[in-house]
């Protein structure tokens, strides 16, 4: 099922009635979330990712703005009535029922032409639970089941019904770090079993590049940019898409261009061919340092961090905004030793920015 989400808007009115302080949660969000694929709706705190989420999902109404699935305006549908799965980060299972009473749940709910027979809805109980493998756990209560277990029932009951539209709100939150993996996989592989449409809701980047077909980042209600995961990693729009994708995060430098020359501090880094001269915001990602001991990047060294298959140097520089400099570097040459580790940049890990606004200024890489 197409989901196509048209200039929608979602504002809270303030609280305080003597000044109006009303929250733009949503700005104008115009984007089509093709047929089958897995969407990750991705920004920091508070930018909106959740309130779209609910104004999909029929649980919140738009203040302006129109939601269709497929060809069908279902703007004004409730949310029982849009076929949509909802899963929270709160898995919000009853305790009291075994896991197959909490998938069954929603089934026995169903009235009129979408009533089931007893026998339909234990198959379909079943076929949820095989496909989130937790078939052999239906007689447990919650509180005997691992989160990440408890999780996969969730996504089972939101499964039952067979919904048109899956709707995932920061479900891995509450797991630990090698489940969040394991989960994230298998919520990958449910999706592509089933090609239900999917929208993923996570302020980690990571998470979302990982298995989204495609990534929408937002930033205080607005969308900043849509994407496959790698695309916006490699060409990210405006600095902030750039600062917020990529671990270790990217390394920012103050630069100016002059004469087609790129400039980091004193150092003459790269040509940046039909750059006007201007002042600019230089980022350069992690793994875009080569150590090369004629490199025009001079940095003073602190460490060398070895991480498993990585190596990562830490170093400052004059120019640097932030205070370590982290490059994940090759290390058939050699670990740096000494005071200083001077590097040559690979010109496609070099992204310069706009000082004005923060926008993206592009140049042709040779
Ligand atoms: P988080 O990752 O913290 O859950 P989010 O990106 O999902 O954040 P939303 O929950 O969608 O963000 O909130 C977006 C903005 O709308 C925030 O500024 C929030 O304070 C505001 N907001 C959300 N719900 C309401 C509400 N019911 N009344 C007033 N303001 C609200």
């Known amino acids: 099922m197409k989901v ?9 009115p303030g609280r305080n009635k003597k000044v109006r302080e009303e929250v733009i949660a949503v700005n104008d969000f115009t984007f089509e979330i093709p047929d089958g694929k897995l969407i990750g709706l991705l920004g920091p705190s508070g930018c909106g990712k959740s309130t779209t989420l609910y104004m999909i999902s029929g649980l919140q109404k738009p203040t302006a703005g129109k939601i269709f699935f497929g060809d069908d305006d279902v703007t004004e549908l409730s949310a029982e009535n849009r076929g949509v799965g909802l899963v929270f980060q709160n898995y919000a299972l009853y305790p009291h029922m075994t896991v197959k009473q909490n998938i069954l749940f929603p089934l026995q709910n169903l009235r009129g032409a979408d009533k089931l027979s007893k026998e ?31 999780q996969r029932v969730a996504i089972a009951r939101a499964l039952v019904k067979m919904p048109k539209v899956l709707l995932l709100d920061e479900p891995l939150s509450n797991l630990d770090a090698r489940l969040r993996l394991q989960t994230r996989e298998e919520i990958r592989r ?12 996570t302020h980690d980047q990571e998470e979302a590049m990982s298995i989204s077909d495609m990534i929408v980042v937002m930033k205080e209600g607005v969308i900043q940019q849509i ?15 750039a600062k917020f994708l990529g671990t270790p995060p990217i390394n920012v430098f103050e630069g100016r261009v002059e004469g087609g020359r790129l400039f980091v501090g004193a150092d003459a880094v790269l040509d940046v061919p039909g750059v006007a001269d201007q002042a600019v915001t230089v980022g350069i990602r992690p793994e875009g340092f080569v150590p090369d001991e004629n490199g025009p990047l001079v940095c003073a060294l602190n460490s060398v961090e070895v991480m498993g298959r990585d190596v990562s140097v830490v170093s400052t520089h004059p120019a640097a905004q932030v205070p370590a400099i982290r490059s994940i570097i090759n290390t058939d040459g050699g670990l740096p030793t000494g005071a200083v580790v001077r590097y040559s940049l690979k010109p496609r890990k070099v992204l310069l920015f706009s000082k004005a606004d923060e926008s993206r200024i592009r140049f042709e890489v040779k």
């Open 4 to 12: 196509v989400l048209q200039n929608l808007t979602k504002i809270f």
């Open 120 to 150: 339909e809805m234990l198959e379909r109980a079943e076929n949820a639970a095989r496909l989130v493998q937790i078939d052999t756990l239906m007689d447990r209560k919650p509180s005997e089941l691992s989160g990440g277990q408890q």
């Open 190 to 201: 449910i999706q592509k079993e089933t090609g239900i449409t999917t929208i993923f809701v």
């Open 227 to 241: 994407g496959q995961p790698q695309e916006v990693y490699d060409d990210p729009t405006n600095l902030f898409v």
